[in-house]
């Protein structure tokens, strides 16, 4: 077992698709490429149910259309303790999604929250404010 100093390995990617998954001991990122085609959705349940990212600080999942059930599925993870950063960013979320991951009690140490175009409303995005007041959190809608 490698100590908490050792700086991190390398990367491993996996193509999945026009998708990358890449995997350090702390950061994770699953997004999908656009455009391109129409690709199967992203296993939320199964990304959610993983116990072995236990030093995860960085979990990205953008343009993978999880929806607000998806966004349920993530925010039930209780061995991420240590997130810091959660990217959701194009994922057809909405108010639903983000009220629900405002409920996640696990992730205490999250400071950057990116959920934008996700047509988050007000509701929304006062669930989040008020979960992670000191956070950096985006919720606004920019593509076109």
């Known amino acids: 077992m ?8 390398p990367t491993l990617p996996l193509s999945i698709y026009h998708s990358t998954l890449s ?8 997004a999908r490429t656009l455009p ?7 296993p939320a349940g199964a ?5 072995t990212w236990i030093n995860l600080t960085t979990l990205i999942l953008q343009n993978n259309s999880i929806g607000a059930e998806g966004a349920s599925e993530i925010s039930k993870n209780t061995t991420w303790t240590n997130l810091t950063t959660l ?5 057809s979320i909405q108010d639903q999604g983000a009220s629900i991951i ?5 992730w205490t140490n999250l400071t950057t ?3 934008s175009d996700n047509s988050i409303g007000d509701q929304g995005a006062s669930a989040l404010r008020a979960r992670w007041p000191r ?5 606004e809608d920019q593509l076109h």
């Open 2 to 9: 490698q100590s908490a100093r050792t700086p991190p390995g």
């Open 23 to 30: 995997v350090q001991r702390e950061r994770v990122q699953l």
């Open 36 to 42: 391109g085609p129409t690709l199967p959705l992203l």
């Open 47 to 51: 990304i959610s149910k993983n116990t």
């Open 87 to 91: 990217i959701l960013q194009n994922n």
């Open 102 to 106: 405002s409920k996640n009690t696990t």
């Open 113 to 115: 929250l990116h959920l």
């Open 135 to 139: 956070a950096t959190i985006s919720t």
